[in-house]
């Protein structure tokens, strides 16, 4: 079972101590990256691993290594031969690292040695036959890099190793998926961090590893889904999914992964097995020409949300649409719907959706944009009313005005203080249902909520076009019943 370790970067030991204490119920081994420490701190770190007693990795990475170390080798040697009569477990040397000194004291101590690389190329393959833990560690910055890491680790996976070990590591958003996917990898160790300290935006602490991507539990044959999306790191869909996946029992897990070209992605699916995939933006669009079949909802909006693979094939959906009907239909019941008049503010991506949903539920709809050739386009295709962001778009906004959706991105954290229609004057018996869902409430909503209106934010949508992605990924009706989010 792959190892959990928790990378100690403070610069003080006691703060290191206070960040172990924090999470030592989740982890199975820390690691004291001891170029990171103050030089005052440096002359314990031998009497280190006894403050913690858990099994500890001593490291002295160097800048080039993505470490702060910067004095001469010569310093750094010395720093070792203390660190070598303290009672570490592993010791973590780089590959170009040779000093047979140090690595006498090692093994005479007991202690074992990790030997790190920092690029995947053929020639590391001699590593395995060492009997030191070879590490391979890279820093994916596109798709087509993490692509290649996880090529390279399906291809030494196997392969037989003196130590029996190795461990593989891809750092950054893009590499976060190999985190919580080490024992799939095959990979003996993987690390986290302290909450707010990598850039995986509150995904790779140790209790959110444990907690919501439930680590430990995740075996070779484990089923894997998740989201693509450039920027996708702010995602809330992990926190939907994987709580009613360990809630049915499904051996399943929901990751995110950073997404910047999809024929490479749709590669990472084949090789990784990813069974299906929530899809955001930029890619709903694009995702399309990848499908081997699509819902009426997709074709008629040219957007897609969610993929599912049927044995070869991908079928896609847009469950934007449902998931934005459904909170209005639980207010009204499908049938009010009909006959209503509704203002769709925007015609971007989401207005798309909203206007097919609307018109589809036989709904009168108008268009406002700021670009009013925009408008004019998407009303064309849907044969309803256009204007501009205007005074003219005012007057029908007006006319139309039982049903009021926002769908651009103003008024979105983190400029929160904008309003789309500042002029616009609500009434008390409209429906007022703004997309945006980071801030729940929108300065747009306030006001319609002051007014009296029926209001609807963003959260809802989300949270129903995941019960649906759910329903599609697992065959199992979401279990929390919309009482989650
Ligand atoms: P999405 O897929 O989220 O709908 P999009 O396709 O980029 O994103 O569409 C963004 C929508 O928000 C558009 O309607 C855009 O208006 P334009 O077509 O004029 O660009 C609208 N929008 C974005 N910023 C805006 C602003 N500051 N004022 C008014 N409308 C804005």
């Known amino acids: 079972m792959a190892l959990l370790c928790l990378e100690l970067t403070g610069k003080k030991i006691r703060e290191n101590i206070q960040q172990v204490e924090k999470y030592r119920s989740s982890v199975d081994l820390v690691e004291l990256r001891a170029d990171c420490l103050a030089g005052e701190e440096l002359f314990q770190i031998h009497k280190f691993p006894l403050m913690v007693s858990l099994p500890v990795i001593l490291s002295i990475r160097r800048e080039e290594t993505g470490g702060s170390f910067n004095a001469s080798e010569e310093e750094r040697r010395k720093l070792f031969e203390l660190g070598l009569t303290g009672n570490y477990a592993f010791v973590d040397f780089e590959a170009g690292f040779q000093v047979p000194s140090l690595k006498e004291k090692a093994l005479n101590s007991g202690i074992k040695i990790i030997r790190s690389f920092y690029n995947l190329s053929g020639v590391e393959r001699s590593a395995l036959l060492s009997s030191e833990i070879p590490k391979f560690e890279v820093r994916p910055s596109s798709t087509a890099d993490f692509l290649r890491f ?69 075996k070779r044959e484990t089923s894997l889904f998740g989201i693509i999306g450039n920027p996708v790191m702010h995602t ?53 020409e990848f499908l081997d079949s699509q819902s009426e909802a997709v074709s008629a909006t040219g957007s897609c949300n ?7 094939k991908l079928h896609g959906e847009n469950y934007d649409v449902e998931g934005f009907l459904d909170p209005l239909k639980k207010r009204l019941g499908s049938e009010r719907l009909k006959g209503m008049k509704a203002t769709v503010i925007g015609a971007g991506g989401a207005a798309r959706s909203v206007v097919f949903a609307l018109v589809s539920s036989g709904v009168e709809v108008c268009i406002i944009n700021r670009t009013k050739e925009k408008a004019e ?5 849907f044969r309803c009313k256009y204007e501009g962001l205007d005074e003219s778009g005012l007057d029908l906004a007006r006319i139309y005005n039982n049903l009021v959706v926002q769908t651009t991105s103003v008024g979105m954290y983190p400029n929160v203080d904008g309003d789309p229609l500042p002029e616009y004057e609500f ?59």
């Open 150 to 218: 996880i090529e390279a680790v399906l291809s030494l996976k196997e392969e037989p190793s003196c130590s029996g070990r190795r461990i593989f590591v891809a750092r950054g958003d893009y590499g976060f998926p190999s985190v919580v996917l080490a024992e799939k990898l095959g990979s003996f160790i993987t690390y986290c961090s302290a909450e707010g300290r990598e850039s995986a935006h509150g995904h790779s602490d140790p209790e959110t590893l444990q907690e919501i991507y439930r680590f430990k539990n995740i």
């Open 236 to 288: 809330r869909s992990p926190r939907i999914h994987n709580p009613a996946f360990k809630h049915l029992g499904i051996d399943a897990v929901y990751i995110p992964f950073q997404t910047d070209t999809l024929p490479e992605f749709m590669k990472l699916m084949d090789i990784m097995d990813i069974r299906g995939f929530s899809v955001t933006i930029p890619h709903k669009e694009r995702i399309i």
């Open 306 to 312: 969610t993929v599912v693979r049927r044995g070869k």
């Open 377 to 381: 386009k998407l009303a064309k295709e």
């Open 427 to 485: 009434k008390r018996d409209q429906i007022v249902y703004d997309l945006i869902y980071i801030p729940e409430e929108t300065n747009f909503l306030k006001r319609a909520k002051e007014a009296g209106c029926t209001v609807i934010g963003g959260g809802e949508m989300l949270l129903q076009q995941a019960y649906r992605q759910f329903s599609l990924f697992t065959g199992k009706q979401y279990p929390f019943n919309g009482s989650r989010d």
